[in-house]
């Protein structure tokens, strides 16, 4: 169901000076928290047919709660934010997965077999920040024109994450953290066309055709998986 951002109230502020970690989050749905995590995911920006606001669907995890530590009441292993946004220029400009979200004061819920968080008009807040363990504290994209100071507990939430982040990739797959649920059982000859919607996938480019019609330049790429098909 569609959210209008501009007719939602603002909640009580009771969690803002508060972070909680994820596995936190998850075990008390249906109230409003603070916390941090890493982005392991991200779609567009976009609009459905009945919104009125740009939502971006963000896929965060963190040291107590991810794919590799187990999942509460059989739930998936993140959490997914709901952030709606008035205008284009307003959504998280998400630079790469591996990178940090604050959360303030989101709603969380549960939301099929996941727990969801979505920010509320006028409480909520969120900020990015660069993982890579040599770039300053300070965010990198957020909700306000100028973002709310930084508490030590978040400071602190934020360097400890660029350490577990760096060793969570550096041992661990892309291919074990959920990108690859919806696999096709289906025997199919080298003829057919299999159309898949809304997946991820980890493939090489091996050409790149440029062509030039009415005067628009595209490029056509083509891609190899680890099974030598081709996209």
């Known amino acids: 169901m569609s959210q209008r951002l501009s007719e939602k109230t603002s909640p009580l502020m009771r969690s803002k000076k508060v972070l909680h970690n994820l596995k936190t989050v998850v075990s008390k749905p249906g109230q409003y928290d603070s916390t941090i995590g890493i ?24 040291s ?3 794919p590799s530590v187990g999942k509460v009441a059989k739930k998936k292993g993140y959490v997914m934010a709901f952030v709606f946004s008035y205008k284009l220029s307003d959504t998280p400009h998400i630079r790469k997965l591996g990178d940090i979200i604050l959360l ?10 996941m727990v969801k968080g979505y920010n509320s008009k006028g409480g909520s807040e969120w900020q990015i920040f660069d993982s890579r363990k040599n ?40 291919y074990n953290l959920g990108w690859f649920e919806r696999e096709v059982s289906k025997k199919r000859s080298s003829n057919d066309i299999l159309y898949k919607k809304d997946i991820d996938m980890i493939v090489k480019v091996v050409q790149d055709v440029r062509t030039i019609i009415d005067g628009v330049v595209y490029d056509k790429l083509v891609f190899v998986d680890k099974d030598k098909r081709l996209y």
């Open 64 to 66: 107590t709660y991810n």
């Open 104 to 113: 303030r004061n989101f709603k969380f819920d549960n939301y099929k077999d």
């Open 135 to 174: 770039t300053p504290i300070q965010a990198i994209s957020c909700s306000k024109d100028l973002p709310s100071p930084l508490s030590l507990e978040e400071k602190n939430a934020i360097a400890n994450l660029k350490e577990w982040g760096y060793k969570f990739f550096s041992q661990t797959s892309l």
């Open 39 to 62: 982005i392991l995911d991200a779609t567009g920006d976009y609009k459905t047919d009945d919104s009125y606001d740009y939502v971006t669907k963000i896929k965060i995890i963190d």
